[in-house]
């Protein structure tokens, strides 16, 4: 029998209209791990105070980055899928691939109703996000869960943890800023992860009081942050800058893409691009490691608005570094996780 692999992606609107955001939006947010307040007020907040004015705005944003095939995040995932398909089969066994999208088309749902179709002994989900947060990762895992059981499948699900460490993917984001970025022509360096709120890490914390927003907390893994979603970017970063054999002075990390008005994971990467240009610094590139496919908080946020901020600001260039997307040594990772995934499942049980 054929083995089944599950790639988990975030989702996309299926067109860079108003109408089709605003859905999007709608599904996103009324996600209670997204935004964790109240059904109702949670309802109240998405339905008539964000989504009415920023699904015109976001529909504009998706409209500069359109590709003539569909949304870069969509088209991305969809080669990444392919790509692993034909190498796992290329090797050994018979591997069915398919790909799902926590919000939108094509669903987690749909995704495993064509696994369960192709009568495979077994699913291995990959949430393609590097570190692990409730708003991300998690929520992927609580609605594959819901949605195997439903079809009558989850008896056969099984999940690979966060990567954000694993010396595949640290390896793929090394190779991308060699192959990109000219040491000669540029200045420094900015990580850039995406943000979440800072009351989502300290649940995670529970009573505990060392959860903080200084860098030191976040300076190392240890048993009392091994899950917290800030501090396994720091670790993504640390690694792929010891990779490329960076001094500390070199590289920045930061965090975007911000919503509302609650305290978020901070340094703020729209500040780090003022900060950095107010001290002279000409030409950064930015690599932006909670994304293993470009998309609208890469292509738009990053490239064409954080471009903006830094040049406005006084300095001359912003280089965006395309993330993993279906390059080779990514595609490459990923099918040798799967190929291993027993272990991996192995390690991950040992967390828990």
């Not at 009558?152 to 999940?159: G, I, K, W, Y």
């Not at 908080?297 to 965006?320: D, H, K």
Request: net charge neutral; aromatic share 8%; charged share 20%.
């Amino acid at each position: 029998m054929s083995i089944g692999v599950l790639l988990i992606n975030l989702g996309t609107p299926d067109a860079p209209t108003p109408g089709a955001v605003g859905r999007y939006l709608r599904e996103f947010l009324m996600d209670g791990f997204v935004i964790d307040l109240p059904a109702p007020l949670r309802w109240f907040l998405v339905n008539l105070l964000i989504v009415p004015r920023r699904k015109y705005q976001s529909a504009h944003a998706y409209q500069k980055i359109q590709l003539p095939e569909g949304s870069p995040l969509l088209v991305h995932t969809r080669q990444l899928a392919s790509e692993v398909a034909r190498r796992l089969n290329s090797s050994e066994g018979t591997y069915v691939v398919e790909y799902g999208m926590r919000y939108g088309n094509p669903s987690i749902k749909s995704a495993l109703a064509r696994l369960r179709s192709s009568n495979v002994s077994r699913i291995i989900a990959l949430p393609l996000y590097p570190q692990y947060a409730e708003s991300s990762f998690e929520t992927a895992v609580v609605e594959t869960h819901r949605r195997a059981k439903e079809l009558d499948c989850a008896d056969v699900l099984t999940f690979l943890p966060p990567f954000y460490d694993r010396p595949e993917f640290i390896d793929a984001w090394a190779e991308r800023i060699r192959e990109s970025v000219d040491a000669q022509m540029t200045d420094h360096l900015i990580f850039s992860f995406h943000g979440i709120p800072v009351r989502h890490l300290a649940r995670l914390h529970g009573k505990e009081k060392h959860c903080m927003t200084a860098t030191e907390c976040c300076g190392e893994i240890t048993s009392a942050n091994e899950n917290c979603y800030r501090a396994q970017c720091f670790a993504t970063a640390r690694a792929i800058a010891k990779q490329l054999e960076l001094n500390p002075d070199d590289y920045t990390v930061s965090f975007q893409s911000r919503l509302g008005r609650a305290e978020w994971t901070g340094p703020n990467t729209v500040d780090i691009l003022k900060d950095l240009a107010n001290r002279g610094i000409k030409r950064i590139a930015v690599a932006c490691p909670s994304f293993v496919a470009d998309c609208l908080e890469t292509l738009e946020e990053i490239g064409i608005r954080g471009r903006e901020t830094f040049i406005q600001a006084g300095s001359q260039e912003l280089q965006l570094i395309p993330s993993p997307n279906s390059d080779l040594t990514w595609v490459n990772a990923v099918v040798a996780w799967i190929q291993n995934s027993s272990v991996l499942e192995t390690q991950n049980n040992k967390k828990d």
